[in-house]
């Protein structure tokens, strides 16, 4: 199984178009070890030649671009994608809005939770991927999916399940206390080439998880044993965003736990056994996109790479 990360920054990309501060600019005057990073996305395929994308950035045109394996064959028709496939893990304007770029009468597959094709059906914008053309397909909130593209089969099998995190930020309700957060909001996927047997060959999945809200023990033992996980990068502090005077939303408020501190990623995954760990979902303001920080050497120590447009892995 190939995978590739298209874009491994949070919500708003590194640099934010609109962020002035000490990190954005240092990657924007190209300073040493600074690099620049698109929204939250992946792709993955068991043969090389049809390909599912997991979450559909804002910046998926210019991700293709950077990735000869989406783009049309130079032998294939006029026109042609080997995108056969986008799953989402939540509703997030990160996740979704690229939708709108890959309007174009193309025929592929969405699979999404029924709380997430909810909101997709109940914002007519969306309609530019015609249902007749786009077919959308309910994923589980616990359970296996066979992934298919238009003509079959992707090679490629899917177990889906609910993890602790926010409502999209579009939909939140201040009124509630829990902003509109209901179940099925936030998912979690475990990847692995179809006719593998689990969990014998669990050193060969992919477990994907761009947003978290907390670790639970469930969440801990699911994990234990897998070939790569892709986790929640977002913040390294909880407070960070306050502590560089862009912003006053704690981590935990955005649906994202910390990398540091006591229930952070870090501790809360020391003890999980995993052939790889790779953060992603990295935002603006986390001192860990400064490779010579503080916060990256102890990430690395911890035994985390920090994911990266481009980063290619096989499993």
């Not at 993890?163 to 209901?182: I, Q, R, S």
Request: overall charge negative; hydrophobic content about 40%; charged content about 20%.
């Amino acid at each position: 199984m190939k995978i590739r990360v298209l874009g491994s920054a949070a919500g708003g990309g590194f640099p934010q178009w609109n962020c002035n501060a000490p990190l954005s600019r240092s990657v924007r005057e190209k300073r040493p070890g600074f690099v620049v990073r698109t929204q939250s996305s992946i792709a993955a395929s068991s043969d090389g030649q049809g390909w599912a994308v997991f979450n559909a950035s804002p910046d998926i045109r210019e991700q293709i671009a950077a990735s000869p394996e989406l783009q049309p064959r130079s032998d294939g028709p006029l026109r042609h994608t080997p995108i056969r496939a986008v799953v989402l893990t939540n509703a997030d304007v990160d996740h979704i809005a690229g939708l709108l770029s890959l309007r174009e009468r193309e025929p592929f597959i969405l699979y999404a939770t029924r709380r997430v094709l909810t909101t997709l059906r109940e914002n007519s914008i969306f309609n530019v991927l015609n249902p007749q053309v786009v077919e959308r397909r309910e994923l589980p909130l616990q359970g296996t999916t066979e992934l298919e593209g238009p003509e079959g089969p992707l090679g490629l099998t899917l177990e889906t399940f609910a993890v602790p995190g926010k409502v999209a930020l579009f939909l939140e309700n201040e009124a509630d206390a829990n902003f509109g957060t209901e179940e099925g909001d936030t998912i979690g996927i475990a990847l692995w080439e179809t006719g593998t047997t689990l969990p014998s060959e669990a050193q060969r999945t992919l477990f994907y998880i761009p947003g978290c809200a907390a670790m639970t023990d469930d969440l801990r033992q699911r994990l234990q044993g897998g070939g790569c996980l892709m986790f929640d990068g977002t913040v390294f502090n909880d407070t960070e965003m306050a502590d560089t005077g862009v912003g006053s939303k704690t981590g935990g408020r955005m649906g994202h736990m910390a990398m540091s501190g006591d229930h952070g990623s870090l501790a809360a995954l020391a003890n999980v056994e995993l052939g790889r760990r790779i953060y992603v979902h990295i935002n603006n303001t986390n001192p860990v996109l400064d490779p010579a920080s503080d916060a990256a050497r102890t990430v690395a120590d911890a035994g985390w790479e920090i994911g990266y447009d481009g980063m290619e892995i096989s499993l």
